[in-house]
């Protein structure tokens, strides 16, 4: 009788605080549909990008969520096999807009071409190396990673507005 009373008054409660309005990990769809709802340009694939490595950071900070990110990446093994997020994780998602914005052409793209015009598809890229430190629970490596890739991002975007 106690515990029905504890769990009533559980669900009868005031909401203790706002819902969570940070930046999260998205589904490649959701980006997608928010770049082009954001005018589907270079400066709106750019924000893509940085909001996935801000909701990926996330995912790394958090102990569960880096147990659960790193256990995704090597249940899908051979990065093509792998599950959008969140069902899996492929480091791609947090290019999706990137890529979407120069329609898969690496060197138009402003991350491409700071890598000789190759795919972030590739292990050594910029995004592609997400998948192998996160495969190897490197997450300190990782973190850094995402640090050198916010900046290249600034860079970029830094870039495009002083045409």
């Not at 769990?7 to 490649?28: I, N």
Request: net charge neutral; aromatic share 6%.
């Amino acid at each position: 009788m106690l515990r029905a009373v504890g769990l009533l008054r559980w669900l009868r409660r005031e909401p203790s605080a706002a819902p969570d309005s940070r930046v999260r990990l998205r589904p490649s769809t959701e980006v997608i549909e928010r770049y082009r709802a954001e005018g589907a340009d270079a400066a709106a694939a750019l924000r893509g990008a940085k909001q996935q490595l801000e909701g990926l950071r996330r995912e790394v900070d958090d102990d569960q969520s880096w147990a659960r990110l790193v256990h995704l990446s090597r249940q899908a093994g051979d990065p093509w096999n792998a599950y959008d997020w969140p069902l899996g994780f492929d480091g791609l998602v947090c290019g999706a807009s990137l890529c979407t914005d120069v329609s898969f052409e690496c060197s138009r793209c402003p991350v491409g071409q700071r890598q000789s015009n190759r795919s972030c598809a590739h292990p050594d890229s910029a995004f592609g190396r997400i998948d192998g430190l996160v495969r190897e629970g490197q997450r300190q490596r990782l973190r850094e990673h995402l640090d050198a890739l916010d900046a290249l991002l600034d860079e970029a975007r830094s870039d495009l507005y002083d045409r």
